[in-house]
């Protein structure tokens, strides 16, 4: 491996929904996990691109085979264009940083910790070839890494298909530290679209408008005021109040996250519960949802108390962790893919 000022290291946090990279050389970028090809020769040429990624090729799903390739935080096994997905997306991301020509390419990749026991073939594959030596860890480990919380710290990393939680003990995390639930975003999308649709059956929308109203108005707890959307009934647009079923489907995430980071608790040795409990930390994008740090203190009040808080920047903070692990590895830490 090439000395650390000769190669470009890379942290990208590999998500369901959103991708994020960080390199050593100052750049970031943000993606959203979606790949398309063209269907048929109009397509081609009112794209005219052979691959649409993130945001473009949500605008251009009619003329697309869209693909999402990670589902509820795992590589779709058994597609081999999920697989291809996953691999042209991590291309992308790595060509948004623009590696100079012969710059050996060094990644450090995050991913729900499901991922990490399932799917490490899997991201071998898919990084082999574009990148020169990998790392691959859970993203609430890389969290932890890149806030120098490393110590009697809980992690819960609330994302699009995936919650995580880790437990951090000054050490790599092992399996018994950290959990998974399949409670994330994407259950929430679903629960708000099944509610929209019971209660205005004759309105049109998607699962991918449902869940824009959700990422910009998503709460828990008492309302600060009514979310009022337009959807179209009949070729008309109507204005309709979600607030209620906004609230009941953020909500829904609260009772398991609640359970899991109680019963990681009681694990924690009895001498350092206490400041574990004073140092959980959420990240994700479910960390952006108003009032929920605070429902889950309330819930260690019940155990004695505690301190919940959100990290700063919860779209680079996984990536920024990993770039964090990639520039402090030593060089018996990568798998070599090269050569």
Not at 11 to 20: C, F, M, N, P
Not at 77 to 102: C, F, M, Q, W, Y
Not at 234 to 251: F, V
Request: hydrophobic share 40%; proline share 5%.
């Amino acid at each position: 491996m090439s000395k650390k000022s000769d190669a470009l290291h890379v942290g990208i946090d590999l998500g369901t929904s959103r991708s994020a990279i960080s390199p050593s050389n100052g750049e970031r970028h943000v993606v959203e996990s979606y790949v398309g090809w063209p269907v048929d020769t109009v397509a081609r040429k009112v794209v005219k691109k052979p691959i649409l990624f993130g945001r473009e090729a949500l605008d251009n799903r009619p003329m697309l085979d869209l693909h999402r390739p990670l589902e509820r935080g795992l590589i779709k096994e058994g597609s081999e264009k999920d697989e291809e997905a996953v691999r042209e997306l991590l291309r992308h991301l790595i060509s948004l940083v623009d590696p100079k020509d012969g710059q050996k390419v060094l990644a450090v990749v995050g991913v729900p910790a499901e991922a990490l026991r399932v799917s490490r073939q899997h991201l071998r594959n898919a990084v082999k070839g574009i990148a020169d030596a990998l790392m691959i860890v859970s993203e609430p480990f890389a969290v932890a890494y890149g806030m120098d919380a490393l110590l009697h710290t809980m992690i819960i990393d609330i994302g699009a298909g995936t919650t995580d939680f880790c437990v951090m003990n000054g050490r790599y995390p092992t399996d018994d530290d950290q959990r998974t639930l399949m409670n994330a975003g994407d259950a929430v999308d679903e629960q708000l679209l099944t509610l929209l649709r019971a209660k205005q059956p004759d309105a049109r929308f998607s699962v991918f408008l449902v869940r824009e109203w959700k990422e910009k108005c998503s709460f828990v707890g008492e309302p600060k005021g009514q979310v009022i959307v337009t959807v179209q009934v009949r070729a008309k647009s109507t204005p309709l109040d979600i607030t209620n079923e906004i609230r009941r489907a953020c909500e829904s995430l609260l009772p398991p996250i609640t359970e899991t980071m109680l019963d990681l608790l009681v694990r924690v040795e009895p001498e350092f519960q206490e400041r574990v409990r004073n140092n959980v930390i959420l990240a994700g994008g479910g960390s952006l949802i108003p009032g929920f740090a605070q429902h889950l203190e309330m819930a260690l009040g019940e155990v004695g108390g505690g301190k919940v808080r959100a990290v700063e920047d919860p779209i680079f903070a996984g990536s920024n962790g990993s770039l964090a692990i990639a520039l402090e590895a030593s060089e018996a830490d990568w798998e070599q893919l090269s050569g």
